[in-house]
């Protein structure tokens, strides 16, 4: 009877420990996105200010490689294509320093009145130069310049007079 009542607590510990693992397992977090998933959020995140999705993911590879990138514009009835090629000046970014990037460059142009940035405007928010907008000629410094000199992301959003959230999205612009 004494090793039948072992057997059974041996036994009833056992399935409390399976249960108890399960649990554990069921509880983990989530896997991380795929480089794969990230990609494709950038790219449908940013395609409306690349100019299109093909820009965006031209412009995500360009970045995430530390290799040249084109950008083309499409033509309109008043503009022919127009088309840049450059290559990051930081070298290869991961895919939080790409969001940071775009994010401070977008508003950056938003800043200064550009809402659809030609490629030679985003070239230039990015790695720094002359920009023309609305109100006339411009001067950035550069996303990326900035960042291969050794800045910090709060560093480069004041320097380009653009606020971080604090969950390191781009709150708003600061005044001129």
């Known amino acids: 009877m004494k090793k039948h009542l072992q057997l059974f607590s041996s036994l009833g510990m056992a399935m409390i420990l399976c249960m108890i693992s399960s649990l554990a397992f069921a509880t983990e977090p989530p896997a991380a996105p795929s480089s794969e998933q990230e990609k494709t959020g950038l790219a449908d995140t940013y395609a409306t200010f690349a100019g299109s999705r093909s820009n965006a993911q031209a412009l995500i590879e360009g970045l995430f490689n ?3 990138g084109t950008l083309v514009m ?13 290559a990051p000046r930081t070298g290869k970014l991961g895919y939080d320093n790409i969001r940071m990037a775009l994010a401070l460059a977008q508003a950056a142009l938003l800043k200064v009145g ?6 030679g405007q985003i070239e230039a928010v990015l790695n ?13 410094p550069g996303v990326l310049a900035l960042r291969s000199q050794g800045q910090v992301w709060g560093n ?17 612009a600061t005044s001129p």
């Open 74 to 86: 499409p033509t309109s009835p008043t503009t022919r294509a127009a088309q840049s090629t450059f």
């Open 128 to 140: 720094g130069g002359a920009i023309m907008a609305p109100d006339g000629p411009a001067q950035t």
């Open 114 to 119: 550009i809402t659809q940035p030609t490629a």
């Open 66 to 68: 530390g290799t040249r």
């Open 156 to 172: 480069i959003s004041k320097a380009l007079g653009v606020k971080l959230a604090a969950d390191g999205s781009v709150a708003a």
